[in-house]
């Protein structure tokens, strides 16, 4: 794993990355099933500024699973957030924030590549349910090169299905 830091995106234009977007590879994470499917995020501006984060998935026993956060910029970049999943009650909490690093969005606000630090999280994120597997490796290659380790990959399967909000707490 290197130790540089990891480069982020000059600039996000907030605004133009709310919205769908739908999950087309990442790394491991322990909060998600392996064979979740159907996986995306939505954000959207709260009325502090803040971005509302809802992450849905279809689990592998078949079940909608959704879990809401909020996310806050950390610079004047818009490229490195700190999300939290606990209630809003108790996100004062220290170290219970992730860091969400835009690492690279394209022009259009169509693909973006999202990791952390650590290099330990990688997600690419696409603005439809599916994606050129030949464009997503070009993506993914980019975080190879940020010194991302990729042999543990999963492509989930998207349908393309968007799932309403629940009660996600």
């Known amino acids: 794993m290197t130790t540089e830091e990891l480069l982020t995106a ?17 790394k491991p994470m322990r909060h998600e ?13 709260n009325e502090d500024g803040s971005v509302r984060v809802l992450n849905s998935c279809i689990n592998a026993d078949g079940k909608l699973e959704q879990s ?22 108790l ?4 170290f219970t924030k992730g860091d969400y690093w835009i690492i690279k969005v394209d ?22 349910g599916n994606m050129r597997r030949d464009d997503a490796m070009e993506w993914l290659e980019i975080a190879r ?10 492509w989930p399967s998207q349908s393309g299905a968007v799932y309403p909000a629940q009660d996600a707490r």
């Open 33 to 45: 099933d392996v064979d979740a499917r159907d996986i995306t995020a939505e954000y959207s501006l």
């Open 145 to 154: 090169a940020r010194g991302y380790d990729l042999s543990d990959i999963i």
């Open 68 to 89: 809401e956060g909020t996310a806050k910029a950390v610079d004047e970049t818009n490229a490195k957030l700190e999300v939290s999943f606990l209630p809003q009650g």
């Open 107 to 128: 022009g259009d606000y169509q693909t973006a590549l999202v990791g952390d630090p650590q290099r330990k999280y990688l997600w690419l994120l696409h603005r439809q």
């Open 91 to 94: 996100q004062w909490i220290p």
């Open 10 to 26: 000059p600039h996000v234009e907030l605004d133009r990355y709310l919205g769908l977007w739908f999950e087309i590879a990442r």
